[in-house]
Structure formats: structure tokens, C-alpha cells
């Protein structure tokens, strides 16, 4: 068990190798029931508690007429809780388990003792919330940093250039501001280029007393701010705050590249995911979709360095692959044909159990009746593009591009019956990817009407449940009973 216990999060990661030996070498578990209060108001605690399994709920002491209990904070997997009342002697609230809860425990003297020998870690421990913020800023913002400075614009957030000729006025600029989601407007007049904002709009109709009508070049700026596409982010950065502007023009020689924003910028730096996920609302090519596709497996490296717990970044990963299966699906697909037909994705990907891209699970559920003569040439193309985007084909053939999994509404009810009612192994395997579908795009009403289906004919059958649970039971996994690896020489983690 002490080897379980995880090191690579605050405040223990302040530790050096050899106290962290310490620590481990020094550790206790305690074992906990629903109900059963861990630390008591006005009593010692026994030391530090770090969470294992389980939920623990810090509360006010309540008294015996009290009706109401108001608890001020959850903790749960890795977080701790016990260093205050350690180190001042007694509890000024009840620490209760919520559910069964497995903790590690290291005590009173021993936290005293790291605290002697390690100032950061003791820092940690005796500074108040503000102090801590700072502690964990500095830890993670060297790499940020780097990444920052070496980032260059081409590698950030370009906008593509919505430009306009002389001759359109300031109402049809502003529809076409408005469809394409930009707030500025480059137009081309003869030989130059200048820049029209929403800001200058909003000056020339409400402030000047212009009509819409007016030619939108007659109130644009002409002298631009430009840079090159490899410059350094952080160059147009300095250029921003230097020329008090909020953007500048991406020039490739004397070709127009593009426009960076000032939020574009500080939300690089701010949140790489942010970022990610604007390139994949502006992709219109599969070319732009991949770029930002393969920005991915950076973006999950370095949350995972930086100490963001694995669930969330699951749920980050998983919003993002099923946004670029998304568009993916829009680019790929005739637009003509996508209300007829709904993509599911299935198994871990449906179930959003990823750390990074696993092998493709998806099938298609078209209407019945539907006459779509290029289905099967246009699913192979999208399976192909995702493998190239870094989505591994399923081993088991389980994509859109396999026509077994390219189905009406009616035969892809039939086969989730077929499957139900066979005790086949192989059967009952499909049925479980099945299961855990979730739709990503197209027509969803087409998966729903299956789903419920299913779930209506399925509510009574007994004899279901216990084929399904008999695979469930002799499904091997290579986990002991806390959740960590047998030791028996090749392992499929997936499964664990």
C-alpha cells in the first residue's frame, strides 16, 4: 500500500527523493465506514490523512437540536486533510468518511520532522491560501514559460482574414462580421489593405452620425501593424502593448496570412486547451482540423506534468476527440445527407476513458429507407482521415468503414436484439461496445430511437442479465483489490 501513495503532487513534491523515502517508509492505512468520524472537533488528530479510496466531508461541530449540518469541504482521491489540526493540536471541525474510505496516515511527528528539514514543504503547510497559490504558480510556471517564449505565431491562434473590397458598405461588412464570428474586417482598396474593427462601426454609426450604408473603406486604418508567421508569439506580444493595440497582421511577404488577437495571445498562455479548442471551431479544411488535432497529445503531457488529476483530464481529452470526430464528421460528410444519418463512437471512446487516442470505435445509424449511394466510400474516407489525425484503427474492425457497422435504424435495432439474446461470447462483447454508445453528430433522434428501444425490450429480461453478467464476471483484469497492477510480467493496462 505505501507504494500506492503518490508523490508527484503538492505539497510532497516540495520533498527531495530521500524524504519522500522517509515518508513512504513511515506511512499507516486506515480503513473507514460510512458514517465513522475520522477527526472529532476539540480532539488531537493523529496526523496527516491522505485519501486513497472513498469521500471524506469536513463539517461544523453540531449539537444535538442542530437539524441542519453544513459541511465547508469534500476531500477525495490524493487530497489530504488533518495538517492544521496536527500542528495546533486539536480539530475545530468533524472530518466524517461519506462512503467507505481507505486512507494513508502519516503522524504528527513525522509531518513535524519534514516540516524541520524542508522549507518549501513547511511553507506549504504553516502559510495561508495566498501563499500556497504562489507555491503552486512557481512550480508550474518555468515550463509554461519556456513553452510561451519558443511558441511562434504560426503555431498559435492565426484567424483567417475576412476581407472585403472597396464598394461594400458598413451593414453588409457587419452581416458578414456577424456570420463568420470575427470582430474586425480587413478591405482591399487599390493597392492597400486596412483594417476596420467593431469598435470603428460602432463609432462611425452611433458617435459620427454615418449611415450603413456607407462604404465601409471610408472608415478603415491603413497603417497596419504587420509580423511574420515564425516570428515569436511573445515579439507580437510586446508589439500589442507597445502600439496599444489589440491585433496584428500575419504577413508572409506581401501575402496576407492571417490576423492574431491580443485574447488569442493571453489565452495561449493562459490555457493551451483554450486555444486548441478555437482552432477546431475555425477549422473549414480537414488540413486545419488536423493541425489542431495533433496539438492534442501535447496539451495532455502537460497537464498530466503539471499535476492535473487524471479524471479531468480524461473528461478534457474526451470533449475534444469527440469535437474533432465532430467536425471531422462536417467536413467529411454531405451536408445535404447529415440529417439523415447520426455517427455514434463506442466502447472507452463512448465512455470517455482516455488518456490519450485509442483505437476507433464508431458505427453509423442512417434512416431507413435513406438512398445514399456514396455511404460506403465516404465512411471509408472519414476512418482513414481519423487514422491519419493519430486515431488508431480498431483492431477488432469495430469503424465506419467496416459496412458491418453501417446500419438503418431498423438493422441496427435488430442486431442489439440478436446480440441480446445469444449467450456467444463474441455476441456479448459487441453488445458491450454497443452499450456504451454515445452520438457525436448527425441526426441524434435516429440513435435515441434505437437506445430506447433497446432499453424497453431489455428492462424484464432476466435471462439477458445474466449472460451479460457471467462476461462481466469473466473478464479478467490485472488489478488487486486497491486498484493497483498485479505483478505477472506482461499486463494489457487497458483493461485495468
Not at 212 to 220: K, W
Not at 450 to 478: G, Q
Request: proline residues 3%; aromatic residues 8%; glycine residues 6%.
Amino acid at each position: 500500500m505505501p507504494d500506492s501513495f503518490k508523490m508527484g503532487n503538492l505539497p510532497f513534491s516540495l520533498l527531495t527523493e530521500s524524504e519522500q523515502e522517509f515518508l513512504r517508509s513511515n506511512l499507516d492505512i486506515g480503513y473507514y465506514q460510512s458514517g465513522e468520524v475520522i477527526i472529532k472537533a476539540g480532539e488531537q488528530s493523529e496526523g496527516v490523512y491522505v485519501v486513497f479510496r472513498g469521500r471524506v466531508a469536513e463539517s461544523e461541530p453540531q449539537d444535538e437540536d442542530d437539524e441542519m449540518l453544513h459541511v465547508f469541504m469534500h476531500y477525495e482521491n490524493e487530497d489530504y486533510f488533518g495538517g492544521w489540526s496536527a500542528m495546533h493540536g486539536s480539530a475545530i471541525h468533524n472530518f466524517t468518511a461519506e462512503e467507505e474510505t481507505i486512507c494513508h496516515i502519516f503522524s504528527t511527528d513525522i509531518l513535524l520532522e519534514l516540516i524541520d528539514s524542508n522549507p518549501g514543504f513547511a511553507d506549504y503547510f504553516q502559510q495561508n491560501l495566498a501563499a500556497k497559490s504562489e507555491i503552486v504558480a512557481q512550480q508550474g510556471e518555468g515550463q509554461d514559460m519556456a513553452e510561451f517564449m519558443l511558441a511562434t505565431i504560426e503555431e498559435a491562434v492565426v484567424r483567417d482574414p475576412l476581407i472585403v473590397n472597396e464598394g461594400t458598405s458598413i451593414k453588409e461588412s457587419t452581416q458578414l462580421m456577424r456570420e463568420t464570428k470575427s470582430d474586425s474586417v480587413l478591405v482591399r482598396r487599390g493597392s492597400r489593405i486596412g483594417m476596420v474593427t467593431g469598435t470603428d462601426i460602432l463609432n462611425a454609426i452611433v458617435l459620427n452620425d454615418g449611415s450603413v450604408d456607407e462604404d465601409v473603406a471610408t472608415i478603415a486604418t491603413y497603417r497596419l501593424i504587420t509580423c511574420k508567421p515564425d516570428d515569436f508569439l511573445f515579439n507580437a506580444l510586446v508589439i500589442m502593448t507597445q502600439q496599444q493595440i489589440e491585433r496584428v497582421v500575419v504577413m508572409e511577404g506581401d501575402t496576407l496570412v492571417g490576423v492574431v488577437q491580443l485574447t488569442d495571445v493571453l489565452s495561449y498562455f493562459s490555457s493551451h486547451s483554450h486555444v486548441i479548442g478555437l482552432r477546431l471551431e475555425r477549422a473549414s479544411t480537414i488540413e486545419d482540423l488536423r493541425e489542431a488535432a495533433t496539438g492534442l497529445n501535447n496539451l495532455i503531457k502537460a497537464l498530466i506534468s503539471t499535476g492535473v488529476r487524471i479524471r479531468f483530464t480524461m473528461d478534457l481529452l474526451a470533449a475534444m476527440n469527440k469535437r474533432i470526430i465532430a467536425k471531422l464528421f462536417d467536413l467529411v460528410v454531405p451536408a445535404d445527407m447529415q440529417p439523415h444519418v447520426c455517427l455514434i463512437v463506442m466502447g472507452s471512446e463512448g465512455r470517455g476513458e482516455q488518456i490519450m487516442k485509442t483505437d476507433q470505435d464508431n458505427a453509423l445509424i442512417f434512416r431507413n429507407g435513406l438512398n445514399w449511394a456514396e455511404k460506403r466510400q465516404t465512411m471509408q474516407r472519414f476512418s482513414e482521415t481519423l487514422i491519419s489525425f493519430g486515431f488508431p484503427p480498431c483492431p477488432g474492425n469495430i469503424m465506419v468503414s467496416n459496412p458491418e457497422w453501417i446500419n438503418s435504424v431498423d438493422d441496427w435495432t435488430q442486431k442489439l436484439q440478436d446480440w441480446s439474446m445469444s449467450s456467444d461470447p463474441e455476441d456479448q462483447m459487441r453488445l458491450a461496445i454497443a452499450v456504451d454508445a454515445k452520438p457525436v453528430a448527425g441526426n441524434v433522434a435516429l440513435f435515441k430511437v434505437a437506445r430506447n428501444w433497446f432499453l424497453r425490450t431489455m428492462r424484464n429480461n432476466d435471462l439477458f442479465f445474466s449472460h451479460f453478467a457471467k462476461a462481466a464476471v469473466e473478464f479478467d483484469t490485472p488489478l488487486t483489490f486497491f486498484g493497483n497492477l498485479k505483478e505477472r510480467g506482461e499486463l494489457d493496462i487497458k483493461k485495468g
